[in-house]
């Protein structure tokens, strides 16, 4: 039996801005791709509205009155395979503004189009976290197994990390420092880990804590993934705000969807 599937909002590309009635083309185009959307997930219940007023604010209207909405999906054009999301006001907004999961899918690429990104280390079709192991984030860890679990997939968390300040070039003097700091830190990642994969056992977890810098790191090993999760910290930030230098990064260059998960 195929696992229940959650209720998701998700964004139609339809005249959100344009006051007045809808026009009959843009219903009609609503009313194929929800036929389509059905015909090509057995099981799938769609269902289609069409707002009026501020795109950002008319999602956030339509999750709330959903009530159940676990999800919301935002689609975008691709600007070729380096460029992912092209996060404007409305993306912004709606991260800050939902307290949802959010996301991210641009539209697929012809073959060969842009600039290709080497495949990661991993298999095609892992999802893959990216865990700050200063804040691990529970609503992330949460959302990456729960997903990893109800498609089957393998997880794959992966930490960047630098050598702490002050120590210069001694990993150029030392290398064994390296290999000692890199152990240490995926032992704590293994120890964060521990609870989740007790939890979600059918979930084939690796860990990987990697030396670098987080957002190169993340789009690196996000290549041929089908999810890369990411987290969001709120507090501090006020609705609308800006996102981290980690989340915008890979927003705009990973070819993967995204989710983004808020905490805090």
Avoid: C, N
């Avoid at 949460?142 to 702490?164: I, N």
């Amino acid at each position: 039996m195929p696992p229940p599937r959650r209720p998701v909002a998700r964004h139609s590309r339809g005249p959100l801005h344009r006051p007045g009635p809808s026009s009959a083309s843009t219903a009609a185009l609503l009313r194929q791709g929800a036929k389509e959307a059905e015909r090509d997930h057995e099981g799938l219940v769609v269902t289609v509205e069409e707002r009026t007023g501020r795109p950002a604010a008319e999602l956030a209207g339509a999750v709330d009155d959903i009530g159940r909405t676990q999800l919301l999906v935002l689609g975008s054009r691709g600007l070729g395979s380096l460029a992912g999301f092209v996060l404007g006001s409305v993306g912004l907004s709606v991260l800050h503004d939902v307290r949802r999961p959010v996301v991210y899918v641009r539209s697929a690429e012809p073959a060969g189009a842009g600039d290709a990104v080497a495949a990661g280390p991993g298999a095609a079709g892992d999802v893959v976290l990216g865990l700050d192991l200063e804040r691990p984030a529970p609503p992330a860890l949460e959302f990456a197994f729960r997903e990893a679990a109800l498609g089957h997939s393998a997880l794959r968390v992966v930490h960047a990390w630098h050598m702490p300040v002050g120590f210069g070039q001694a990993e150029i003097m030392d290398p064994g420092l390296v290999q000692e700091i890199g152990d240490g830190t995926e032992r704590e990642l293994l120890t964060v880990l521990a609870p989740w994969t007790e939890r979600f056992p059918s979930v084939k977890t690796t860990a990987e804590a990697v030396m670098g810098s987080p957002a190169v790191q993340l789009v690196y090993a996000s290549a041929g993934a089908s999810l890369l999760v990411v987290g969001l910290l709120l507090r501090g930030h006020p609705p609308g705000g800006r996102v981290g230098p980690v989340t915008g990064a890979v927003l705009h260059h990973v070819s993967a969807p995204v989710a983004v998960v808020p905490h805090g």
